[in-house]
């Protein structure tokens, strides 16, 4: 078979050399993978704040439509303890975050380095068990409320478990955060 070009074909070897001297760090490139790798760094030590930040509004907001949710007998909060439970764990999750956030913003370090890693991570794990244990456990109780009639205090109630859902995703992609931060972490 002849070559249109009538250049000799290409080896696979010869392939594979050309491919071994682009692969060999040069300066610029070399450069640009630790720059890469600074901006991932800085990015995972905005996004963490960002998202206890998102997490510390969405228990609020929780919190304020729960305490709320008051309207005469049989159709309030406090009468039912599935409720009291959602109310009390955005509480903690308003104090745990609200001191994380806190604690990121003032730049002091309450802990050294390595204990503090590990108490955001099992903060972050422990407050978001704890925020979708709520949830799940309220939900229940509104969908047979909603069975019988749906008003207010149902829609209340469930637009409360909603927002500790949505505590639970931001404080979650934080413990993620938080665990990629503890993995890269040394010990020594």
Not at 6 to 26: G, H, I
Not at 55 to 64: N, V
Not at 102 to 128: M, P
Request: charged share 20%.
């Amino acid at each position: 078979m002849t070559n249109p070009d009538n250049q000799k074909p290409v080896e696979v070897t010869d392939v594979e050399t050309a491919a071994e001297k682009t692969s060999e760090t040069t300066p610029a490139s070399g450069t640009s993978t630790i720059t890469q790798r600074w901006k991932r760094e800085d990015l995972i030590k905005k996004a963490s704040p960002i998202t206890r930040g998102i997490c510390l509004l969405f228990s609020l907001i929780a919190f304020l439509i729960m305490v709320s949710n008051k309207h005469g007998y049989g159709r309030n909060f406090n009468e039912y303890e599935e409720y009291r439970y959602v109310l009390a764990i955005s509480i903690i999750s308003i104090l745990y975050t609200a001191w994380q956030t806190f604690a990121h913003f003032s730049k002091r370090e309450f802990f050294d380095r390595r204990t503090s890693t590990l108490v955001d991570f099992s903060g972050d794990q422990i407050v978001a068990y704890l925020l979708i244990s709520a949830a799940s456990s309220a939900i229940p109780l509104t969908n047979r409320f909603r069975e019988g009639q749906d008003n207010i205090f149902t829609d209340s109630a469930a637009s409360a478990i909603s927002m500790a859902i949505f505590a639970f995703v931001a404080l979650a992609l934080s413990a993620l955060f938080s665990g990629y931060k503890l993995s890269t972490h040394s010990f020594i």
